[in-house]
Each structure stands twice: as C-alpha cells, then as structure tokens.
C-alpha cells in the first residue's frame, strides 16, 4: 500500500470565539511555511468559519466544519447545510463525531445521508467510528466499527472512496489522556480498510484513515508507524497553535 502524506485535522470543538480563533490563525500561519509534508485541516466552530478561510486562503491549511445538516436547504430551523459551509470557504465537515452520536442523537442513519450530501457538494468528509469502553470490553470493538463504516460508506460509488476519510476514534480515548496502544489503534484501522475494501474493493487502498483520541506531539510518530494510520483527528492538542504546530512537525517526520 502506499504510504500518503499523514492529514492532521484539528477539531476544535466548542471553544473559540472569532477573536480567538483569528489569534491562533495569525501565529499558525506565520508556522505553515514549515510545516510541509503533511495535509492539515482546522475543523472550527460555525461562527469563525469565514474569517478562518479568509485567513487560511491561498495556504495550504484547510478550513472544516465540525457537522453539517443532511439537507440543502428548505424549513430546518437552526441547521446548516453542506452548501452554506462550502461558501463559508470550507473544503471538509466532521461527520457523526461521538459527542454527536452520544448527546445530539446522531445516528447511523443520519450520519450516511451526510456523508453522501457532502460528497454531492465538493466537501470533504471525516467520517467518525469508535466504541465504548464498554463495547471494547465486551471485546466487541471490531464488529461494532466494521458495522459502523458499512452503514456509513457502503454502497457508494468506489471513486468516491479517495475523497472519504474515516476517523476512528475510541470513546474511551477522547480527551481522556488514554490514549489507545498504536497496536489497537492500527487493528482496528485494519477492520475499517478491510470493511472498505469489501464493498469498494482496491479502492480502499485510497481512503485516508486517522485515528483520534488524545494523540498529542509525543505520540503521533508512533502511531503513524503502523501500516493504516494516515493521520490524526486532534482534539485538545490542536487549540494552541505552537503545540498543534510541533505536532503536524513531527507526522510530517514519522511519514
Ligand atoms: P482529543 O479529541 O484529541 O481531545 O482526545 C479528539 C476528538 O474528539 O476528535
């Protein structure tokens, strides 16, 4: 399999308001220059969107959403649709995020109308999976993503496939400190590639997989070493620019 250019993503969450966020794009565009050899995208809060991409154009640092509604347009009241974050100037959208899953009630269902609203409309899409620590426990993990990602993906067009990222993300792992050993974290990544590839075939050697869940600058070379890790979903290590910064450095040396 070829090895690609990790993709680090920032998911910044709820935190940041306009200012903030244009403070953090100023000092990590004075970085970017550096930071060659690995496809880095902020995914931000709604409200910072425009100024982001207006800040990050013309770099190489994609702007993203964190969720996007699985309409175009019509009477949603409160949702935002794929076609409102691309004139924002976004170019990706977190999709089915475990927080979402667990407290806003996203479901499979939705989240495979998403993605296919955000292939349609040039956006694209982070496709999160994970289980519980229960599940892992119950040592289920494996069954519970590949039945997550077939939902999610199969059934679309096999060319689409290079333009889909899935992020797999073990709850147990989010913003806990635990980090999953780099040998969980790449079995399971092999589950999603090997799911992938039973409805898309070779194709699934295009799909970029990250792995999420507490990957800070002091783990990611490791994880990256594995064979199917093509990057990184980052939480909490990517709200302070020097620190995201040292990360997307160090990805782009381990690749
Ligand atoms: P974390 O979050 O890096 O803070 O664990 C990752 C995520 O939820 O995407």
Wanted: charged residues 20%; hydrophobic residues 45%; aromatic residues 6%.
């Amino acid at each position: 399999m070829v090895k690609r250019r990790p993709f680090i993503a920032g998911n910044w969450k709820m935190n940041k308001v306009t200012g903030e966020a244009l403070a953090f794009a100023r000092e990590f565009k004075a970085l970017a220059p550096e930071l060659q050899g690995a496809d880095i995208a902020i995914c931000a809060p709604f409200t910072c969107l425009a100024a982001l991409a207006e800040i990050f154009r013309d770099t190489p640092v994609a702007v993203g959403a964190q969720n996007m509604f699985y309409e175009r347009s019509g009477a949603y009241t409160g949702e935002i649709s794929p076609d409102m974050i691309v004139d924002a100037g976004c170019s990706a959208v977190i999709i089915g995020h475990s927080e979402r899953r667990e407290i806003l009630g996203e479901t499979d269902e939705t989240v495979r109308r998403k993605t296919r609203l955000a292939l349609e409309t040039g956006l694209r899409p982070i496709v999160c999976v994970g289980e519980t620590l229960a599940v892992r426990e119950a040592g289920r993990a494996a069954p519970h993503v590949r039945a997550q990602v077939e939902k999610a993906l199969a059934g679309l067009d096999p060319a689409a496939m290079s333009r889909v990222t899935v992020a797999y993300e073990p709850i147990w792992a989010i913003g806990t400190g635990r980090v999953a050993t780099a040998a969980d974290a790449q079995e399971i990544c092999a589950v999603v590639r090997g799911t992938i590839a039973g409805f898309a075939g070779a194709a699934a050697g295009e799909t970029y997989i990250l792995y999420g869940g507490s990957v800070k600058a002091d783990n990611i070379a490791e994880l990256l070493g594995t064979g199917d890790i093509d990057g990184a979903l980052v939480g909490g290590a990517s709200l302070k620019a020097a620190e995201f910064a040292e990360l997307i450095r160090r990805a782009a040396g381990a690749a």
